[in-house]
């Protein structure tokens, strides 16, 4: 049967380096605050004018491409997960396409949040499986940074949220390996536990200039942080599970764990709870904080390039987040 394959991963992430020590300048927090809150010691924030989502998009493909050999003529769709978009329509699939000088093929955005990297290479699948595409170019990128609240009031997630994009050229293949099972999941009575209220349809932006009013934090980022923490550590259990057994594998068949970049509290509770090793799971939210869509394609990227995921191994992709939503995939890389 066919399957697909990740032929080739990159990533980017923004140069300038923000530090605990950094936002303790400005808002009342400090270092030890966040990083045993969240395990967090730094993230990157783009420099207002010189990064896009999809300019880092962007940047992350033609990596992705080149470590694939492949042109960007060889790609025939696009799959762009984001929450946080260049503009509020058209999404970012469509600029991707058109800088890299790619031909009419079809642009679709996922709007997943934290999982939507692997909902986004869940479709990938199923478009390939289906011999509809045979190469699809599949981009996580989030810039959160000019959307924080970046005072006292904002810190509880302010602390926790990056910037960067991650890529992989997923193509198909007739070799036993590749992506062997998806599984994605929904919760909508959670949704405003983790959200941006406004603006929006329901709150447009001219209501919020109307009235004028400081103490709006509707349009920042809102998130029930223990509530979430406790449904999530539940959710990444049951999902990375569901997908081991409709493989007939176990925990112990698991090479590498990539979950969502979150929180490394959250990485350590599933860790423990599975029984898996130091060396079965992959995290770097410690570099580079909360990615959103973009946190598993960089700490893949980034595990391929140290040598920790081989040919053969069993890969396990598991997020969680806004939604809420939670999904998992299982590969033979």
């Given at each position: 049967m066919r399957k697909s394959r990740i032929a080739g991963m990159g990533y980017y992430v923004p140069e300038?380096?923000?530090?605990?020590?950094?936002?303790?300048?400005?808002?009342?927090?400090?270092?030890?605050?966040?990083?045993?809150?969240?395990?967090?010691?730094?993230?990157r924030w783009v420099v207002p004018g010189?990064?896009?989502?999809?300019?880092?998009?962007v940047k992350a493909a033609?990596?992705?491409?080149?470590?694939?050999?492949?042109?960007?003529?060889?790609?025939?769709?696009?799959?762009?997960?984001?929450?946080?978009?260049?503009?509020?329509?058209?999404?970012?699939?469509?600029?991707?396409?058109?800088?890299?000088?790619?031909?009419?093929?079809?642009?679709?955005?996922v709007r997943n949040q934290c999982s939507g990297f692997v909902y986004a290479l869940s479709v990938a699948d199923q478009f390939i499986k289906t011999g509809m595409y045979?190469?699809?170019?599949?981009?996580g990128s989030e810039l959160h940074s000019g959307g924080l609240d970046k005072t006292t009031r904002g810190r509880?997630?302010?602390?926790?949220?990056?910037?960067?994009?991650?890529?992989?050229?997923?193509?198909?293949?007739?070799?036993?390996?590749?992506?062997?099972?998806?599984?994605?999941?929904?919760?909508?009575?959670?949704?405003?536990?983790?959200?941006?209220?406004?603006?929006?349809?329901?709150?447009?932006?001219?209501?919020?200039?109307?009235?004028?009013?400081?103490?709006?934090?509707?349009?920042?980022?809102?998130?029930?942080g223990s509530y979430v923490f406790k449904h999530a550590v539940r959710r990444f259990a049951e999902v990375i599970q569901e997908a081991l057994v409709a493989?007939?594998?176990t925990s112990e068949d698991i090479d590498l764990l990539v979950p969502h970049q979150a929180n490394l509290r959250i990485a350590?509770?599933?860790?423990?709870?599975?029984?898996?090793?130091?060396d079965q799971v992959y995290n770097n939210i410690m570099k580079y904080g909360n990615t959103t869509a973009a946190s598993i394609p960089i700490a893949l990227c980034e595990a391929v390039e140290e040598g920790r995921v081989k040919e053969g191994?069993?890969?396990?992709?598991?997020?969680?987040?806004?939604?809420?939503?939670?999904?998992?995939?299982?590969?033979?890389?």
């Open positions: 300038n380096v923000v530090t605990n020590d950094d936002l303790s300048k400005m808002m009342d927090t400090s270092d030890e605050w966040i990083q045993e809150r969240t395990g967090i010691k730094e993230r010189e990064d896009t989502t999809s300019g880092m998009g033609k990596m992705a491409l080149d470590r694939a050999g492949m042109q960007a003529s060889d790609i025939d769709f696009i799959v762009f997960a984001t929450l946080s978009p260049d503009y509020y329509f058209p999404g970012p699939g469509v600029q991707v396409q058109e800088a890299l000088g790619i031909d009419t093929v079809g642009a679709l955005d045979k190469n699809i170019l599949v981009i509880g997630v302010t602390v926790i949220f990056g910037d960067g994009a991650g890529a992989a050229v997923v193509t198909a293949t007739d070799e036993d390996r590749g992506v062997l099972s998806t599984h994605l999941h929904s919760e909508g009575a959670h949704a405003k536990e983790l959200a941006l209220i406004g603006p929006a349809t329901r709150r447009w932006v001219n209501e919020i200039i109307e009235e004028n009013d400081e103490n709006d934090i509707s349009y920042f980022p809102y998130m029930n493989n007939s594998c350590q509770f599933i860790q423990k709870s599975m029984r898996l090793r130091e191994d069993l890969i396990c992709l598991a997020a969680f987040g806004s939604g809420f939503t939670w999904a998992s995939a299982l590969i033979r890389w």
